[in-house]
């Protein structure tokens, strides 16, 4: 079986798959999200977000906004002076492109044309394309990859260490089996990302206790590193 397959189904075992869904969101709620997200914690996003939902109610109220309310309404999210310009342009796009101002037309084209239209919009790459598909109640097959998804693809030697975020996406995803659902792609990433969170940290991976140390070379060289240096400190 492939690493990738491997390591998929130790993880799953780990974290429980099928894992749940954690958002219901509209297409074009997902994408302003997304954008909120750019480097930022998803504690703060999450209320950048929900502030901004409550003070406007609709996009197009949020579109036709002062910047300066809508930066004002973001303000728990980083960059807020970059990012009310950013969304407001990507509103104005939509609608000028969506009449009916919904992206659930995504919903009904093939995956790779639909993260090409979004990925037309500024701002908008490959993990917010895929986020977009996978996130919001579309459910379509489009795998994401954050920062913790690609470090720990990086040490088990998934990809190699130069290949960056975005360019991850394409490699990774053509290592998935077509038949795989979207529920499958979304547990793909769902389980990379806990597991950067919660053992394969980016400051001492906790390689001692981790599901896959057999199948990743980063965790067995620092681990007999680990060895050698006890090995020295007890002569
Ligand atoms: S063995 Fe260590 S470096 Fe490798 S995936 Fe596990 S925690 Fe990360």
């Given amino acids: 079986m492939p690493k990738l397959l491997l390591v998929h189904q130790r993880l799953c075992g780990v974290y429980g798959c099928p894992i749940p869904y954690f958002s219901n969101y509209d297409p074009l709620s997902e994408l302003v999200s997304a954008l909120l997200s750019h480097r930022t914690k998803n504690a703060d996003s999450h209320r950048a977000f929900q502030q901004l939902i409550q003070q406007f109610p609709t996009w ?4 036709d906004a002062p910047t300066a309310a ?3 309404a973001i303000s728990a999210s980083t960059w807020p002076e970059q990012k009310a310009p ?3 342009q990507v509103l104005r796009l939509v609608s000028e492109r969506c009449p009916d101002g919904s992206l659930d037309f995504l919903g009904e084209m093939p995956v790779p044309e639909a993260r090409a239209w979004l990925e037309s919009l500024p ?6 394309s895929a986020a977009v598909l996978c996130f919001s109640r579309l459910r379509r097959r489009a795998l994401v990859i954050d920062s913790h998804h690609h470090r720990v693809a990086v040490r088990l030697g998934l990809i190699p260490a130069k290949v960056d975020v975005a360019a991850a996406h394409a490699i990774l995803a053509a290592q998935l089996p077509e038949s795989w659902t979207a529920q499958q792609v979304y547990d793909h990433h769902e389980v990379f990302m806990l597991h950067g ?3 394969c ?3 001492r991976p906790a390689c001692h206790r981790c599901a896959v ?3 990743c070379p980063t965790g067995q060289i620092l681990q007999s590193r680990q060895i050698q240096s006890r090995q020295i400190r007890n002569k």
Avoid at 60 to 63: F, H, T
Avoid at 123 to 128: H, L
């Fill in 60 to 63: 197009e109220a949020v579109r």
């Fill in 70 to 72: 809508i930066e004002a």
């Fill in 86 to 88: 950013r969304i407001q």
């Fill in 123 to 128: 701002g908008v790459g490959p993990k917010t």
């Fill in 197 to 199: 969170q919660k053992c």
């Fill in 201 to 203: 940290f980016y400051r």
């Fill in 213 to 215: 140390l057999d199948l």
